[in-house]
């Protein structure tokens, strides 16, 4: 039987190296976040304007050249445009920042993104499915673009696919923006509390953490118009402005994650103008 005191040395030396080998890749990550920190900041482009960048289901997407919503003037009726070298067609509906009581001078432009059926003009074209990837805050135009097609393929290429950046994100306009700089909201989302379960107390972290997200909204923006007319509601009433803009009279949707909140409240707004819907992926 080993002596007491060589087991407890061994004990001693297998914690001492634990705990070098634990500061080691400690170190290592530390560095790893500064250098990609570093590089950020040295590779981050501000916009140019606020309609040349658009946010998806994970945040802001850096703005792109060639985008196609500077050249597009707003309409209040759909009007569409060949847009991202001819696969899609893009169209900016102007529409009231506030349904309750519409002014001429407050307005919100929504960016709406379409892939067209296979054969609009064909026998058994079946109009327009409208889809919302989640979120909320999630960008429909970046969803569409990134696997629209792939939506396609399950539901029919008989249908166009429909989806739009919802009011204050991407390129509708005005925006939500929460932050003073494109550096501070980088900042921000480098100090992620973690998934469920990263750490103890990791739903406390992140409760903290959207709270004192909230207040910097509100002290960052002040009483924006944009701010107080942004929710699920005002997004179903949207939505219902595009489907009759489109000229359809009834939605075929196809909602994930938060998007099953929206197609319900929608549902529960506007019975009568569902056709079928989809909430795939229940949020809770």
Request: aromatic share 10%.
């Amino acid at each position: 039987m080993e002596p007491p005191r060589l087991r407890r040395r061994r004990q001693q030396s297998w914690l001492a190296l634990a705990s070098m080998v634990a500061s080691g890749v400690l170190a290592l990550l530390f560095l790893f976040r500064a250098q990609r920190a570093s590089w950020l900041l040295h590779n981050l482009n501000p916009p140019v304007s606020p309609v040349a960048s658009s946010a998806d289901s994970r945040g802001s997407e850096s703005k792109e050249p060639d985008s196609p919503w500077i050249g597009i003037k707003p309409s209040r009726n759909i009007e569409w445009h060949a847009c991202y070298e001819g696969r899609y067609e893009c169209a900016r509906l102007d529409v009231p920042m506030d349904w309750l009581d519409p002014t001429e001078e407050e307005r919100v432009v929504l960016a709406v993104l379409r892939l067209r059926a296979k054969d609009p003009k064909g026998p058994d074209y079946r109009g327009p499915l409208i889809f919302n990837p989640g979120g909320p805050g999630g960008s429909g135009i970046w969803a569409l673009r990134d696997h629209g097609s792939a939506l396609q393929t399950v539901v029919g290429d008989n249908y166009d696919i429909v989806s739009f950046d919802p009011r204050g994100i991407g390129a509708s306009i005005p925006r939500i923006e929460c932050w003073g700089s494109a550096q501070d909201r980088m900042l921000w989302n480098m100090q992620d509390a973690g998934v469920v379960d990263a750490h103890p107390g990791v739903l406390y972290d992140a409760f903290a953490r959207a709270t004192a997200f909230s207040h910097n909204c509100a002290a960052t923006m002040g009483r924006d118009s944009i701010l107080r007319h942004s929710s699920t509601t005002y997004h179903a009433r949207d939505m219902l402005e595009i489907l009759n803009r489109m000229g359809e009279a009834k939605l075929k949707y196809w909602g994930f994650s938060y998007g099953t909140v929206l197609g319900g409240t929608f549902a529960a707004m506007y019975p009568e103008k569902v056709e079928r819907l989809v909430s795939d992926g229940k949020f809770r």
